[in-house]
């Protein structure tokens, strides 16, 4: 055996990690405190409704080839990856509907409609991703210390990524209205941060979109914990559930973790729950000032009927998005006219809900519980009905009718549930000063056998790039 490794979380980032190491030999255990795997990819089953919590849009396919591949599995044993068709369709204020296809010559249409001459904006936006693209993709299997920004083989590269424009600056080069700009854009917020604040590489993700396009697992975005869970019980990992970890301890040259019931030894150890829960909580240690993503309000509904004009993916705007990001991220309120996400699944897979039935997931940004300036849950159900009512004045339905189950999410329960500190449903925010060589490293600085994995380490959030920090973790510890 190559050693005993102890992973902390099963979330992907957690499972990922276990699944390659033990793929390489070596003896791995799990100590999750929730009774079943996934994270913040988790799932509510209910009277035939299965409702996935959290992720919807599988986006960067290659990253979770490379992990199945790594694993020496091939991915097509254990996910059905469909590609969408339509991607999503945008809705704005003024009734307007964009549609953006698999086939982007049928999208360049419906931009052409919406700004003369954007087909040729698309283009020129599609070949400046492509370029950040190709720059950032091996980058994102990296692990950089501060010593690295000195590094002189990274400076051209530096140049290249041009860090200080921001993803509206990418877009603002190539569209010319609010409403292009806004469409090209919003992916800022799937990391939990505005687009005027994110930084241009992370455009990359409108890339994914139009260029690699957009899949669902079918069975639900569950099965993607699911496969990681099945590999690491193939390769023989012994995951603990119901098994939070209170404390990490160093003994000697060695590691442990303590837990209600027991302290297990081993030579390394892996944390994959949130990093600034994990510096405070397990390991005792003050917090730098880190800016947080924000947080957001899930509605989960399962309906009596299915819905006709609505896609898989579907995107409403505010009628003043700014406004509405300063709310979110400035001033702390609860958004007067939010923007919201809302995914409806069983457009593409009728596996999860009973026959006829239909599931909405409803997803509306805001703050996070650092500081907030509203209370959040005493305006709750206004935020509910404003959005209800939105829904009913664009699209003619009304939801209260035909409601046979509802969950609601709450920013506290990302605490309560995930231990995600103020909430922050992306965790640390993907802002310049935290982003690439100032995010937290994949290694302690002070327990030389202690590594980090997940959504707040390098490099970042979301899960193809969680599955990348798996891969920076496992060849720290296997290279
Ligand atoms: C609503 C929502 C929508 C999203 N949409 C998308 C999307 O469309 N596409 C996309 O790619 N990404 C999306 N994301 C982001 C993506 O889900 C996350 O980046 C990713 O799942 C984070 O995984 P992780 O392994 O870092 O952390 P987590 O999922 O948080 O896993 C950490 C695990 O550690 C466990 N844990 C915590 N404390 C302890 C302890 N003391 N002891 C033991 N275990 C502990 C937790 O219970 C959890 O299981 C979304 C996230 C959310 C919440």
Known sequence: MAGKIIVVGAGIGGLATAARLSSKGYDVEVFEKLPVCGGRNNIIEDRGFKFDTGPSFVLMPDFF???F???????????DLKVLDPSYKIFYPDSDVLTVFKDSDKTKEELERIEKGAAKGFDGFIRETTRLYNITRPLLYKCFSKKTLFDVRYLPLLFKLNPLKSYWDIAKKF??????????????????VSPFNAPGFYSIIS??????????PMGGMYEIPKSLEKICLENGVKIHYNSPVSKINKINRKLSISTDTMITEADKVVVNADYSYTQ????????????????????YLGLKKKLGPLAHHNLFFSSNLIKNLDEIFSLKN?????????????VTDSSLAPEGKEILYLLIPVPNLDNPKEDFYSKEIYLRNIVFNKINKTLDINLED???????????????KYNIKFGATFGLAHNLMQSAFFRPVNFDNKFRN???????????????VVIAASRIVADLITL
């Open 402 to 416: 035909l409601i046979e189950v509802e969950h609601r999410f709450y920013p506290k329960d990302f605490i309560g």
């Open 175 to 192: 569209f010319k209205s609010e409403k292009l700009l806004y469409a090209f854009t919003f992916e800022a917020m799937f990391m939990g």
């Open 65 to 67: 080839e490379e992990l």
């Open 207 to 216: 890339y994914a979109d139009h260029v690699q396009k957009i899949f669902h």
């Open 450 to 464: 202690l590594y980090f994995v997940g959504a707040s380490t390098q490099p970042g959030g979301g899960l193809p």
């Open 334 to 346: 609860v958004p007067g006219d939010p923007s919201f996400y809302i995914h409806v699944p069983t």
């Open 280 to 299: 405070e909580s397990l390991l005792k240690r003050k917090l730098p000032d880190y800016k947080y993503s924000c947080s957001v309000y899930l509605i």
């Open 69 to 79: 591949t790594y694993c020496n599995k091939d991915i097509k044993d254990y996910l």
